[in-house]
């Protein structure tokens, strides 16, 4: 029997989501122990919507997996709660069709950015990138809308990163502002690895009035070569996975 299961975690002592050689701690790696341990040491591997990187944290994260156990839904979720670190946790588990992936049937992600310009708070700083520094927001602003539409983001992408085709559609791209703290929100078809680092890293750069708003569009449209601005992984959050109602049995 196929399921989806819907997670959160705080992903600051971990090296990312999937799993990883030389023992590395991943969260992939904790879920699959405890669903193999669950079922009898026959290993269980889980597929998800995506790969997160080291520090990224979720609120919304899901896989699918494939276990043939006679198991009611709650008491599957309440073993595997059980059998992991209190930084991961299972929020939901539902029977999918056995076609279903949790990666390529998936029809939209939502991640949130989080930046404090004020004061250093050592409460949120595995979660709020501690920045210190006033931007100009309205430059901002005007800058992350470039990114809304189906682009080339190759320019957006870590180096060693190769991939067959580097587009991809954002649906929805917005800055909130609460107090001193700025949430960058986006949310597309899929992202590729560090790719909203770079672009809020790159919208940084505008706050900071080094380039124009129009240097996002430039970047689009490949005129401006090799300009990365990756910033730290512990703002970075996925918020949620949407999928079609008609790929799963509800």
């Given at each position: 029997?196929?399921?989806l299961m819907?997670?959160?975690y705080n ?7 999937q799993r ?13 122990n ?7 040491g026959?290993?269980v591997e889980?597929?998800?919507?995506g ?5 990224v ?9 494939d276990l043939d ?14 059998n ?10 539902q029977?999918?069709n056995s076609?279903?992936h949790?990666?390529y049937?998936?029809?939209s992600k939502?991640?949130?950015?989080s930046?404090?310009?004020g ?5 949120e700083?595995?979660f709020v990138?501690?920045?210190g ?34 587009e ?5 791209a917005?800055?909130d502002k609460?107090?001193?703290?700025l949430?960058f929100t ?17 919208l ?5 009035k080094?380039?124009?708003?129009e240097?996002?569009?430039?970047m689009?449209e490949?005129?401006d ?12 959050k ?8 008609t790929?799963?049995?509800l």
């Open positions: 029997m196929r399921y819907t997670f959160c992903g600051s002592k971990y090296n990312g989501y990883q050689p030389g023992g590395l701690k991943t969260i992939q790696e904790e879920l699959e405890a669903l193999t341990y669950i079922n009898g026959n290993f889980i597929f998800a919507s790969r997160t990187d080291k520090k944290h979720a609120l919304g994260q899901t896989a699918h997996f156990l006679d198991i009611s839904l709650e008491k599957l979720k309440r073993a595997i709660n059980s992991i670190s209190k930084d991961i946790h299972v929020i939901n588990i029977i999918v076609n279903f949790a990666r049937d998936a029809i939502k991640y949130i950015y930046l404090n310009m004061e250093y708070n050592p409460l700083k595995d990138l501690q920045y520094k006033k931007l100009n927001i309205d430059l901002m602003e005007k800058a992350i809308k470039y990114f809304v539409g189906k682009h080339n983001f190759q320019l957006f992408v870590g180096g060693d990163t190769k991939k067959k085709s580097y991809r559609e954002i649906f929805d917005y800055i609460q107090g001193e703290k949430n986006f949310i597309g078809d899929g992202f590729m690895q560090y790719q909203i680092r770079n672009m809020v890293g790159t940084i750069k505008i706050g900071q080094k380039f124009l708003p240097k996002i569009k430039s689009l490949g005129k070569k090799n300009l990365i601005y990756c910033i730290d992984g512990c703002g970075l996925l918020v949620e996975v949407k999928y079609e109602s790929f799963l049995d």
